[in-house]
């Protein structure tokens, strides 16, 4: 028998002949289980159950779309593009495994399609060889400029140096991947924070993006991540990684309502041209089963 997505279970609970309290209940559950959260389902339900009082809705079609609008309220979207007249450095954050070196790379073929020719990936994860060696593959298979040092050299001076093979040749975007080990929280602060300074300095003003890369699979634990990073450095944005079938994808509403934080790409396959712009409308949708 095949399993019933996410989406189905939420589309079949509005299809219930009677809206009541057990409806209002399941629907909490099911939120729940698609990592919105517990108190961020409980507060959700409850203003869809205020609205719906106040508004006499009792249609299937009307309570979905009072819900969409609720959650539409939390979910964020920003356009990201490289200023055309500077160097532009987009440092790329997150935890390992969540797919930000492939992220890297998909960036970096997204705006080459576009048209932009100066573009440099720069290996900044220099605590795993496998890292600086993906990175390298990418670039040869995208036909883009790495930029890296030897294993356990310093991030920043990567970061240094791809800015300055960057801006030789005029306006451009460095894409600097970087480390994601949270289990020493401290220490990865303050390598952030080293690197921080350097992209501050070598950007072009108003050119510095600070990108966090989540895995859609791993909800809440999304969510602490995007805390301890954005509490790290101040994040700009987020990429959504392996939104496929597997993925509930509550976490974009969670990340939204708690710390107002604006998702620019989602990644949905493994191939290079796997990435677009994130889509709020489409997002909801999608997760409630419109």
Not at 16 to 24: G, N, P, T, Y
Not at 107 to 128: I, Q
Not at 148 to 170: I, L, M, R, T
């Amino acid at each position: 028998m095949a399993k019933v997505s996410f989406a189905e279970k939420i589309k079949n609970l509005f299809k219930r002949s009677s809206i009541d309290s057990d409806f209002f209940e399941d629907l909490t559950d099911n939120l729940i289980e698609g990592d919105v959260g517990a108190k961020n389902a409980f507060e959700i339900v409850e203003l869809l159950e205020a609205e719906c009082k106040k508004e006499h809705l009792s249609e299937q079609k009307d309570i979905e779309n009072a819900l969409k609008i609720i959650l539409m309220k939390y979910v964020h979207q920003i356009d990201l593009q490289p200023e055309k007249d500077g160097t532009n450095i987009w440092m790329i954050l997150g935890v390992n495994g969540v797919g930000k070196t492939t992220s890297v790379a998909k960036l970096g073929y997204y705006f080459k399609r576009k048209g932009l020719d100066n573009l440099v990936l720069a290996s900044a994860d220099t605590f795993r060889a496998a890292a600086i060696e993906q990175l390298n593959m990418h670039g040869e298979r995208t036909g883009l400029r790495v930029v890296s040092h030897q294993h356990g050299s310093d991030p920043a001076a990567v970061v240094y140096d791809a800015a300055d093979a960057c801006s030789a040749k005029g306006p451009g975007l460095v894409l600097a991947d970087t480390a994601g080990r949270l289990h020493n929280k401290e220490n990865l602060v303050r390598e952030l924070q080293k690197i921080n300074k350097i992209c501050m300095e070598k950007a072009s003003p108003s050119c510095y993006k600070k990108i966090l890369v989540l895995d859609a699979t791993t909800g809440q634990n999304a969510l602490r991540q995007a805390e301890a990073f954005n509490e790290a450095v101040g994040l700009d944005a987020v990429i959504l990684t392996k939104y496929d079938s597997t993925a509930k994808g509550g976490v974009a509403i969670s990340v939204g309502k708690e710390l107002d934080l604006p998702f620019a790409f989602v990644c949905d396959g493994e191939k290079y041209e796997n990435i677009r712009p994130f889509n709020a409308e489409e997002y909801i949708s999608a997760f409630i089963g419109l």
